[in-house]
């Protein structure tokens, strides 16, 4: 990832996917963007290990489509742990709360 603009809060990102170069504006921290780079070429490469033959347009599709799935599978677990882990709390904090005899000042 590259400075854009030094006036500019806008990083260049620079994706390398099979083989060709793509660039995109972003406006995140770059060590944050780059680590988010990392994480979705590692899923993509890992989707792609079991597939066999050459890396036709479809495969490229199947590969990509793959990878996403497991980001979104993924992300739906996070979200679920983080629901779960919310409801737990709010159980918690009002039994506490109860047992306190209520916040009154």
Known sequence: MTKANADSLEEILTVDLF??????KTDADPSEASAIVESIMGEVARAGEGMKGPLTEN???IQLLVATLNIAKELAEVKK??????????RKSATLIEKLGGCQP
């Open 59 to 61: 495969r490229k599709f």
């Open 19 to 24: 083989g060709e170069t793509y660039k995109f």
């Open 81 to 90: 742990s983080h629901a779960d882990l919310h409801e737990k709390l709010s």
